[in-house]
């Protein structure tokens, strides 16, 4: 098979930065790119998001006034990929010749070829000035928006830069091992046969020393493992700890479950009851495929988990799992696209709908009963604010031990997981509550 031409996937990549200009999600527009292209242009347009704040800092230098939008994506594209040479994917004058050529072959930048040609052999011509002239924009340095740089200085005053730094880097690909199939012992072995790459993390997790289509990890089809980040595999045993009841078969709910990680893990390593919710009747069908993969059966409905007089049997739940929708500040390192794509009122909104949810799923506990609130998200607003406004109208909400706030971390950090291993991991927020008696 011919390869596919650089010029080509750089026309693909700047399509998907101008939809995320418009407020199109990554993931939706690389979907819409013919498959042989998408892991070419999914690669350089997430490498072209984590330098965009740069990106579009040099280009106001090189031209005050911007060109159409078509053309101005590709040339802030070409700029996020060839500003800094030691990470460039290729070098910077192959990028700059490529992206001429892309802009020449489409009728929607082809009047703007000569532009985006001038705009970036100025560019390399004049590298070292440029850069050094947008150092003092924070945008620049730190390729988040300013809001989102501001709330990290408010929330974490002395990580907050370690944070950024870690959602600028590209994630690990990390499993998790389905222990009711396979030891993680089993399954290393079976990597090294393969000549697969992977060190453990965690208590069941293994990171790959590089990621790789999931087709092509030994066990995966079987349902031996899943992909699942370090800090998204702590929210199952959490919410199991302490939860057998002597002669019973507990009752779990997975709310706002797809695509079905955490309700799988939850069967992964219990003889539970589970019902797993989610809003969507599309995202349902991904947690109905990912238990078959994996051998596990659970109740899964389609339905708003706030509106409990649709769904709810009436019988109260042992556990309740809710990894509310957030602004998935913690994830942007995997969803590069978010931190472009979020407004700082979506903070607010989003954690009326956590408030909503965890109020309306409280009274489904019985007591005694557990709940395990959590978020991928670094934003206090998300995390301990939202607990701590929930613990003030419940009495009968008791806090137990949990993580807490996880940043993001690289691996070698200095923050451990639960296991005292220091690890790669997301950002996350965990809340353990019990319920200590009825409503």
Known sequence: MAAIPLWRLLQGAAGVLAAMRRGESATASIGREPADQRPGVQALSFHAMRH???AEALRQRLARHAPPPAADALLCTALALCWREQDAPYPPFTLVDQAVEAAKRSPATARQAGFVNACLRRFLRERETLVAATDDDPVARWNHPRWWIDRLRQDHPHEWEAILRASNAAPPMTLRVNVRRASRQQVLERF???GVGAEPIGEHGLVLAQPRPVQEIPGFAEGLVSVQDAAAQLAAPLLLEGLARAGERLRLLDACA??????????EGSDAQVTALDVDPQRCRRIEETLARLQLAATVVAADAAMVDTWWDGQPFDGILLDAPCTASGIVRRHPDVRWLRRPTDISRLGAEQSRLLEALWPLLRPGGRLV??????????????IAAFLARHTSALPKAAPGHLRPQLAGGAEALPDNLPGDHDGFFYALLERTAAA
Do not use: D, I
């Open 52 to 54: 965009w704040g740069r």
């Open 192 to 194: 090294t046969h393969a």
């Open 258 to 267: 797809a695509p079905g990680g955490k309700t799988a893990h939850l069967l």
């Open 373 to 386: 609130y959590c978020t991928c998200s670094v934003f206090r607003e998300e995390g301990e604010q939202r």
